[in-house]
Structure formats: structure tokens, C-alpha cells
């Protein structure tokens, strides 16, 4: 009801807009606007070219939160099925860490956690990654870990939720799935791949 007295209601993504329209619908007479979050390329660009690979050779990198509605807990079984070749930055924290740690690390595959870590170091890691693994099982309103791996032109492989189309477009700038499997798949192909990783990183960016 408060919704639908205002003058305009601003969504960041098409899917919120979706989303708001249909759970409300006395929002059908509210002119509804879509106004995307932004990113600060150049000072990400800037920060990133001041920094050096943070571990030797190619990686991959999870970023956010270690809760069931971010995914995280689909890593091992994406780790696996993908028979990724490099290490595993996992950044963030959350209740999920400990099983995950337990379970990564069973499957004998090398992963770093670093926890919750500074802006800087956070775009150090995302920025020198050679693939962005996203397995959100939640409706993402528009997510900025997506926006500024897109912005650094780091390969994504993620799972197309919520605001995720808003930002990227299955085989033009990402690899984008709806199924754990289909995740393990496009991880495998991207690690398999350098010049595919090279051309959806540049077309995000």
C-alpha cells in the first residue's frame, strides 16, 4: 500500500521490476523505473593495476557470503564434476564456512579461504582470477560481485537468477546456467579454455 502512493518506485534490475509488479499488483498504476547499481570502473581499474597476483599462476574465485542462498555449499560439488585444474579463492565468510572447508578439502582439492577481507584486497583477488565462480540459488537483485568482475573482465560462470540476465548474456559475456551441472560444466569449459575466457571477459567488461 505505501508502495503504490508513490510517485515512482525505483527497481535495480528487470527482474525486480518483475517482481515488484507481480507480488503487488496496485503497483500496476506506478510508473516503475529500472536504474541499475553502478560501478567505479576507472578506480577499480586503478586499483587493481597497483596490485600483484596474490598467489603464483591461475585461479579461481568464489566472493560473498557462505550461506545456503548464495551457493556456496554447491562448490565441492561444482569443484568436482569440473575437475578444476587450479587453486580455489574462496572470499567471504558465513555459517556455512566450516562444512564447506570440511567438504572442499576432502575432495583433496587445493583452497585458500581468506574470510571477509578489506575492499582492496578483495578487488586484488577478483581482479588477478582468471574465472568468477557464482552459484547463487537465490532471485539476485542485481548483484555487485557480477558488476565488477564485468567491469575488471574476469570470465564468469555463474547460475542465471533473479537480476543476473540484467548484466550478462549467456555465450556473449558469461557462461550462465540453471543447474548445479550445468555450473560444473562452464566452469570445466572456461578452465579448458583461455581464448572463450578472454572473449566473454572482454565483452562483460
Known sequence: QTLSQADVVIAVSGAIAQDLRAR???LNATRVETIPNMVDVASMERAVAKTRRPIEGPYAVYVGKLAANKGSALLPTVLERAELPWPLAVIGDGPGREALEIAIRGLGRA????????????LQWLGHAELLIFPSQW???LSRVLLEASALGVAVAAMETGGTGDILAHE?????SATPEGLADHVKRLAEDRALRERLGESAR
Open 139 to 141: 532471485p539476485e537483485p
Open 111 to 122: 583452497v585458500q579461504f581468506t574470510g571477509w577481507l578489506p575492499r582492496e584486497e578483495t
Open 24 to 26: 503487488a499488483p496496485e
Open 172 to 176: 556473449q559475456s558469461a557462461l550462465l
